[in-house]
C-alpha cells in the first residue's frame, strides 16, 4: 500500500514509515525514499547526525506508548545533515508508525526574512506614510506660495499699470506744460510786439517832436518791453532746449569780429561810468572758430549782462585765449562775487542769490541755466571762480572746431566756375549731399549753383555777385540763419532777391515771416526747383489797392505805417460785412485778412468772398496773433495765399506776401476764367 504510486506523490512533502521500536526500519513509503533514502531494511540510528542519538531513542520509546507530538531530528541524507520532523504512534501489533517530513532549511530564513521584510515594508509603509503627510504639507505650502504669487504678480501687474499711467501722464503734463509755456510766451509777445511797434514810432518823431521828458518815459517802456520780450526768449529757448528742438547752426567765424558786434551792442547798454566794459582784443593768431555763434553770443551776451548788473565799480573784462585744441572764453568783473555755497546753485532754474543788489536789477534766474545748455550743445562748459565782495569770472571753454563741423570740413570741396551765360543762384546748404543734388537738378537749366557752405560764405559770395535768387536749404531753428534772412530782406542791395528757403522741418511760419519768397520741406525735387526759380525770377512789380479787414485798430495803424512808403492804397474794414462790400466796391489787388474779427472768424469772411465770382480771386492773406491749430491751418490753406503772424509783421514781410499772393493768382486766374 505505501508503494503505490499516486501522482500526488510527487506534491508531498510527508513521508511515512513502519518501524520496530529499536528503530528498525520495516516498510517505508516512496517518498520517505525520495524525501530522506529510507527503506526497509534500514537502521534509523545509522542515519542520525552525530550527537541526535539520545533524542532518536527518546522518541523511539515515547512513540512506543503513545502520540508523540513533533520531534525535529537531523539525518544524514547524501552525505548531507537535513533537519525532519517527526511523529511517531504505536500501531496495535507493536511497531511503530512514524510520520515525518523534512523541515525546508531556509524557512526560518525566509520566515526571518519576511517578518524582517514584513516589518520593513510596515516601517516603510509607515515612514511613506509620514512622507505622504510631508508631501502634502509641503503641496498645502507650495498651494499658499502660489497663491502668494498670484496675488503679488497681480499686484506687480496693477504697479505697472499704475506706474505706466503715471509716467503717460507726466509725459503729458511735461508736454502740456511745454506747450503751455510756448503759448504764454507767444501771448506775452504780441501785445509786446504792438508796444514796441508804437514805441519806436513815437520815438521816430515822425508824427512831431517829443518833449525830453517824453523821450526818456518812452525809453523807460521801450526799456520794459524790451525785457520782457527777453524773458519770454529766455523760457521758449529753455523749453526748446529741454525738448530737443534746438538745433545746431555751425559757421566760421573770428572771435575778434564777435567781439566787436558784441562791444557794439552793449555800447548803449553799460551806461555806468564807474564801470569799465573792456573786450580784450584776441591775440592775432587765434585761429577761426568753427562753432554755433549765435549760441555763443548769446551765452557771452548772458555772462556779460550778468556782470554789468552784478559790478557798482570797477571792470568787467571779456578775454578770448586759445587752449590747444578749445578756446576759453573769460568774462571777470569786479562785482558782489557770489558766497562758495551757491556757486553751483547759480545754474539752477529761478535761483538767485540775495543780495541788497538784487531788488535793484531785473533777472529771471533763468540767464545761467540756459548759458550751461547753451555751453552744452557747444559742446563745452561754464567754471565759475569767485570771491565774494571781489568779483567773479564765468569761463566758457568751448572746443575751437565743433565735432560736426569737422566733419562737414572733411566733405567740404570747391568747385565754383561761373559760367556768364548763366543767371547765378546762391545756394546756400551746409549737406554736401544736398549741395551736390541741387547742381545736378540745374546742370542743364539756364541757372548755375554758386554754393555756399555757411551763412558767412554766403554774405562773402554776395559780395562778389549778385543772384537771380537764393535757395537758403537750411535747418530753420538756426538762428544764424534767421538772422541772414532778415538781413537779406531788410538790407536794401539784396532786398529783391527772391528767397527759396528748403528746410528738413516744418518752419514755414517763421521763414515766410521773415521774408522768404517760398518755401519748400525738404525733400525737394527737380521739377519744383526749377519751375520755382524760374517763376520767382521772371514775377515781381508794386502792388495798388490793399484792403485790411481788422477789428483792432492798432493793428490797422501799424498794417498802415508799414505800407505807407510803397505806392499802396491802404482801404481799410472793421467788420466783415464792412470788408466783404468793400472788396466788391474797390476789387483790391490784395486783401488782409484778420484771423478773428468782432464776431465772425476768416471762414465766414472767407466763405462770402468765394461764392461771389467778382472778390473769388483775390487773394487773401490771414493775419493772426493766435497760433492756429493744424486743422485751421489747412481749412485755411485751401482758400488763402499765406499766413502772416501778426507779431513778426514787418514792412518786408508784407511785401514778401503780397507779392507771392500776386504772383499765386496771376498764375491761377487763367484757369479759373476758363468758361
Ligand atoms: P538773473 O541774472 O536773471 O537773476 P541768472 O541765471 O543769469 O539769472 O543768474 C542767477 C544768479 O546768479 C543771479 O541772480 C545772481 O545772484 C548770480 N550771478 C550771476 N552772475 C553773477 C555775477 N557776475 N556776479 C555776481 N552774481 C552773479
Given at each position: 500500500?505505501?508503494?503505490?504510486?499516486?501522482?500526488?506523490?510527487?506534491?508531498?512533502?510527508?513521508?511515512?514509515?513502519?518501524?520496530?521500536p529499536?528503530?528498525?526500519?520495516?516498510?517505508?513509503?516512496r517518498?520517505?525514499?525520495?524525501?530522506?533514502?529510507?527503506?526497509?531494511?534500514?537502521?534509523?540510528?545509522?542515519?542520525?547526525?552525530?550527537?541526535?542519538?539520545a533524542?532518536?531513542?527518546?522518541?523511539l520509546?515515547?512513540?512506543?506508548?503513545?502520540?508523540?507530538?513533533?520531534?525535529e531530528?537531523?539525518?544524514?541524507?547524501n552525505?548531507?545533515?537535513?533537519?525532519?520532523?517527526?511523529?511517531?504512534?504505536?500501531?496495535?501489533?507493536?511497531?511503530?508508525?512514524i510520520?515525518?517530513?523534512?523541515?525546508?532549511?531556509?524557512?526560518?530564513?525566509?520566515?526571518?526574512?519576511?517578518?524582517?521584510?514584513?516589518?520593513?515594508?510596515?516601517?516603510?509603509?509607515r515612514?511613506?506614510?509620514?512622507?505622504q503627510?510631508?508631501?502634502?504639507?509641503?503641496?498645502?505650502?507650495?498651494?499658499?506660495?502660489?497663491?502668494?504669487?498670484?496675488?503679488?504678480?497681480?499686484?506687480?501687474?496693477?504697479?505697472?499699470?499704475?506706474?505706466e499711467?503715471?509716467?503717460?501722464?507726466?509725459?503729458q503734463?511735461?508736454?502740456?506744460?511745454?506747450?503751455?509755456?510756448?503759448?504764454?510766451?507767444h501771448?506775452?509777445?504780441?501785445?509786446?510786439?504792438?508796444?514796441?511797434?508804437?514805441?519806436?514810432?513815437?520815438?521816430?518823431?515822425?508824427?512831431?517832436?517829443l518833449?525830453?521828458?517824453?523821450?526818456?518815459?518812452?525809453?523807460?517802456?521801450?526799456?520794459?518791453?524790451?525785457?520782457?520780450?527777453?524773458?519770454?526768449?529766455?523760457?521758449?529757448?529753455?523749453?526748446?532746449?529741454?525738448?530737443?528742438?534746438?538745433?545746431?547752426?555751425?559757421?566760421?567765424?573770428?572771435?575778434?569780429?564777435?567781439?566787436?558786434?558784441?562791444r557794439?551792442?552793449?555800447?548803449?547798454?553799460?551806461?555806468?561810468?564807474?564801470?569799465?566794459?573792456?573786450?580784450?582784443?584776441?591775440?592775432?593768431?587765434?585761429?577761426?572758430?568753427?562753432?554755433?555763434?549765435?549760441?555763443?553770443?548769446?551765452?557771452l551776451?548772458?555772462?556779460?549782462?550778468n556782470?554789468?548788473?552784478?559790478?557798482?565799480?570797477?571792470?568787467?573784462?571779456?578775454?578770448?585765449?586759445?587752449?590747444?585744441?578749445?578756446?576759453?572764453?573769460?568774462?571777470?568783473?569786479?562785482?558782489?562775487?557770489?558766497?562758495?555755497?551757491e556757486?553751483?546753485?547759480?545754474?539752477?532754474?529761478?535761483?538767485?542769490v540775495?543780495?541788497?543788489?538784487?531788488?535793484?536789477v531785473?533777472?529771471?534766474?533763468?540767464?545761467l541755466?540756459?548759458?550751461?545748455?547753451?555751453?552744452?550743445?557747444?559742446?563745452?562748459?561754464?567754471?565759475?571762480?569767485s570771491t565774494?565782495g571781489?568779483?567773479?569770472?564765468?569761463?566758457?571753454?568751448?572746443?575751437?572746431?565743433?565735432s560736426?563741423?569737422?566733419?562737414?570740413?572733411?566733405?567740404?570741396?570747391?568747385?565754383?566756375?561761373?559760367?556768364?551765360?548763366?543767371?547765378?543762384?546762391?545756394?546756400?546748404?551746409?549737406?554736401?549731399?544736398?549741395?551736390?543734388?541741387?547742381?545736378?537738378?540745374?546742370?542743364?537749366s539756364?541757372?548755375?549753383?554758386?554754393?555756399?557752405?555757411?551763412?558767412?560764405?554766403a554774405?562773402?559770395?554776395?559780395?562778389?555777385?549778385?543772384?537771380?535768387?537764393i535757395?537758403?536749404?537750411?535747418?530753420?531753428?538756426?538762428?544764424?540763419?534767421?538772422?541772414?534772412?532778415?538781413?537779406?530782406?531788410?538790407?536794401a542791395?539784396?532786398?529783391?532777391?527772391?528767397?527759396?528757403?528748403?528746410?528738413?522741418m516744418?518752419?514755414?511760419?517763421?521763414?515766410?515771416a521773415?521774408?522768404?519768397?517760398?518755401?519748400f520741406?525738404?525733400?525737394?525735387?527737380?521739377?519744383?526747383?526749377?519751375?520755382?526759380?524760374?517763376?520767382?525770377?521772371?514775377?515781381?512789380?508794386?502792388v495798388?489797392?490793399?484792403?485790411?479787414?481788422?477789428?483792432?485798430?492798432?493793428?490797422?495803424?501799424?498794417?498802415?505805417?508799414?505800407?505807407?512808403d510803397?505806392?499802396?492804397r491802404?482801404?481799410?474794414?472793421?467788420?466783415?460785412?464792412?470788408?466783404?462790400?468793400?472788396?466788391?466796391?474797390?476789387?483790391?489787388?490784395?486783401?488782409?485778412?484778420?484771423?478773428?474779427?468782432?464776431?465772425?472768424?476768416?471762414?465766414?469772411v472767407?466763405?462770402?468772398?468765394?461764392?461771389?465770382?467778382?472778390?473769388?480771386?483775390?487773394p487773401?492773406?490771414?493775419?493772426?496773433?493766435?497760433?492756429?491749430?493744424?486743422d485751421?491751418?489747412?481749412?485755411?490753406?485751401?482758400?488763402?495765399?499765406s499766413?502772416?503772424?501778426?507779431?513778426?509783421?514787418?514792412?518786408?514781410?508784407?511785401?514778401?506776401?503780397?507779392?507771392?499772393?500776386?504772383?499765386?493768382?496771376?498764375?491761377?486766374?487763367?484757369?479759373?476764367?476758363?468758361?
Amino acid at each position: 500500500m505505501l508503494d503505490k504510486r499516486d501522482d500526488l506523490a510527487e506534491l508531498r512533502r510527508e513521508f511515512v514509515l513502519v518501524c520496530g521500536p529499536e528503530g528498525h526500519v520495516l516498510e517505508a513509503d516512496r517518498c520517505a525514499e525520495e524525501l530522506v533514502e529510507l527503506k526497509g531494511g534500514d537502521e534509523l540510528h545509522r542515519r542520525l547526525v552525530e550527537g541526535s542519538t539520545a533524542k532518536l531513542n527518546e522518541f523511539l520509546r515515547r512513540a512506543e506508548h503513545g502520540p508523540t507530538g513533533e520531534w525535529e531530528l537531523a539525518l544524514a541524507v547524501n552525505g548531507a545533515p537535513i533537519a525532519v520532523r517527526l511523529r511517531g504512534m504505536p500501531r496495535q501489533d507493536g511497531r511503530l508508525l512514524i510520520v515525518g517530513s523534512p523541515v525546508p532549511p531556509d524557512l526560518d530564513r525566509a520566515l526571518t526574512q519576511v517578518r524582517e521584510g514584513m516589518q520593513e515594508l510596515a516601517h516603510l509603509h509607515r515612514r511613506s506614510e509620514s512622507q505622504q503627510a510631508e508631501l502634502r504639507r509641503q503641496n498645502g505650502e507650495l498651494k499658499r506660495l502660489n497663491h502668494e504669487l498670484e496675488d503679488s504678480a497681480r499686484g506687480m501687474m496693477a504697479l505697472h499699470d499704475e506706474v505706466e499711467e503715471k509716467a503717460e501722464s507726466l509725459m503729458q503734463m511735461a508736454e502740456v506744460k511745454a506747450r503751455l509755456v510756448s503759448n504764454v510766451s507767444h501771448e506775452f509777445r504780441t501785445p509786446l510786439n504792438s508796444i514796441l511797434g508804437l514805441t519806436r514810432i513815437l520815438l521816430d518823431e515822425e508824427d512831431g517832436p517829443l518833449s525830453e521828458e517824453q523821450k526818456k518815459q518812452l525809453n523807460f517802456i521801450l526799456r520794459s518791453a524790451t525785457s520782457l520780450t527777453e524773458l519770454a526768449d529766455d523760457v521758449l529757448d529753455l523749453t526748446k532746449l529741454e525738448s530737443g528742438k534746438m538745433t545746431l547752426r555751425l559757421s566760421s567765424f573770428r572771435v575778434d569780429d564777435l567781439f566787436s558786434a558784441l562791444r557794439g551792442m552793449f555800447r548803449p547798454l553799460a551806461t555806468n561810468p564807474d564801470v569799465r566794459l573792456e573786450f580784450v582784443p584776441p591775440p592775432d593768431d587765434l585761429p577761426v572758430v568753427e562753432t554755433d555763434e549765435n549760441k555763443l553770443a548769446q551765452i557771452l551776451k548772458n555772462l556779460v549782462t550778468n556782470a554789468l548788473k552784478f559790478t557798482v565799480k570797477g571792470h568787467v573784462r571779456i578775454v578770448a585765449e586759445q587752449r590747444g585744441t578749445a578756446v576759453h572764453f573769460t568774462v571777470e568783473d569786479s562785482g558782489i562775487g557770489i558766497p562758495a555755497g551757491e556757486i553751483e546753485r547759480i545754474f539752477d532754474e529761478f535761483h538767485r542769490v540775495s543780495h541788497p543788489i538784487q531788488e535793484t536789477v531785473k533777472g529771471t534766474g533763468l540767464g545761467l541755466p540756459l548759458c550751461r545748455k547753451l555751453a552744452d550743445m557747444l559742446e563745452g562748459r561754464i567754471r565759475v571762480t569767485s570771491t565774494e565782495g571781489q568779483g567773479s569770472s564765468f569761463v566758457l571753454e568751448i572746443p575751437m572746431v565743433h565735432s560736426e563741423a569737422q566733419m562737414m570740413r572733411e566733405l567740404e570741396s570747391e568747385a565754383e566756375n561761373l559760367d556768364p551765360s548763366r543767371s547765378p543762384i546762391l545756394v546756400v546748404e551746409d549737406d554736401r549731399q544736398t549741395l551736390f543734388l541741387y547742381e545736378r537738378y540745374l546742370r542743364n537749366s539756364g541757372f548755375q549753383v554758386v554754393p555756399a557752405r555757411t551763412v558767412a560764405g554766403a554774405r562773402e559770395a554776395l559780395t562778389r555777385l549778385r543772384p537771380s535768387a537764393i535757395v537758403l536749404d537750411v535747418m530753420l531753428e538756426g538762428d544764424s540763419t534767421w538772422t541772414f534772412l532778415q538781413e537779406l530782406k531788410s538790407e536794401a542791395a539784396t532786398r529783391d532777391i527772391p528767397v527759396l528757403v528748403v528746410t528738413v522741418m516744418n518752419g514755414e511760419h517763421q521763414a515766410r515771416a521773415l521774408g522768404a519768397d517760398e518755401f519748400f520741406v525738404k525733400p525737394l525735387n527737380e521739377e519744383q526747383l526749377r519751375r520755382r526759380l524760374e517763376r520767382l525770377a521772371r514775377v515781381r512789380g508794386p502792388v495798388e489797392r490793399v484792403l485790411v479787414i481788422d477789428d483792432d485798430e492798432v493793428a490797422r495803424y501799424l498794417v498802415r505805417k508799414m505800407l505807407a512808403d510803397d505806392s499802396l492804397r491802404i482801404i481799410e474794414a472793421r467788420t466783415a460785412a464792412e470788408g466783404i462790400s468793400a472788396a466788391r466796391r474797390e476789387r483790391p489787388h490784395v486783401i488782409l485778412l484778420d484771423f478773428i474779427l468782432q464776431s465772425e472768424t476768416a471762414f465766414d469772411v472767407l466763405d462770402e468772398l468765394k461764392v461771389d465770382p467778382q472778390t473769388r480771386n483775390i487773394p487773401v492773406l490771414i493775419q493772426t496773433s493766435k497760433d492756429l491749430t493744424d486743422d485751421e491751418r489747412r481749412r485755411l490753406a485751401k482758400d488763402t495765399a499765406s499766413i502772416i503772424p501778426k507779431r513778426n509783421l514787418s514792412r518786408e514781410v508784407a511785401m514778401a506776401r503780397i507779392r507771392e499772393a500776386l504772383m499765386q493768382s496771376e498764375v491761377g486766374r487763367p484757369h479759373m476764367r476758363k468758361p
